[in-house]
Nanobody
Framework: QVQLVESGGGLVQAGGSLRLSCAAS????????MGWFRQAPGKEREFVSA????????NYADSVKGRFSISRDNAKNTVYLQMNSLKPEDTAVYFC????????????????WGQGTQVTVSS
């Protein structure tokens, strides 16, 4: 199993940007589909984005398409989430997740999770 540590969260004004990072342990990072999820207060955790093993395939929730971008650097065992044009409704704890599945959809089974990083967008 892979260990995941997120960073990069914080407080930002609406319209601003943040870049989240997720560092993974282990030597098989390139064999994991990576994903980002978020959970707002009082709401269920929801899918944000996922990226394939090689980074050649990506998927996004409709709510973030065109504003967020996921990428990965397998040499650094790190996955990123660039968040632009942030809105107050993006406020949530953001979680990084890893899956041994080759798919990279919202329905992909993610078995490893980080502790989360808080993102707060003020209006």
């Amino acid at each position: 199993q892979v260990q995941l540590v997120e960073s990069g969260g914080g407080l930002v004004q609406a319209g601003g940007s943040l870049r989240l990072s997720c560092a993974a342990s282990g030597r098989t990072f390139s064999k994991y589909t990576m994903g980002w999820f978020r959970q707002a207060p009082g709401k269920e955790r929801e899918f944000v984005s996922a990226i394939s093993w090689t980074g050649g395939g990506t998927n996004y929730a409709d709510s973030v398409k065109g504003r967020f971008s996921i990428s990965r650097d397998n040499a650094k065992n790190t996955v990123y989430l660039q968040m632009n044009s942030l809105k107050p409704e993006d406020t949530a704890v953001y979680f990084c997740a890893a899956s041994r599945d080759r798919t990279y959809y919202s329905s992909t089974r993610f078995g490893s999770w980080g502790q989360g990083t808080q993102v707060t967008v003020s209006s």
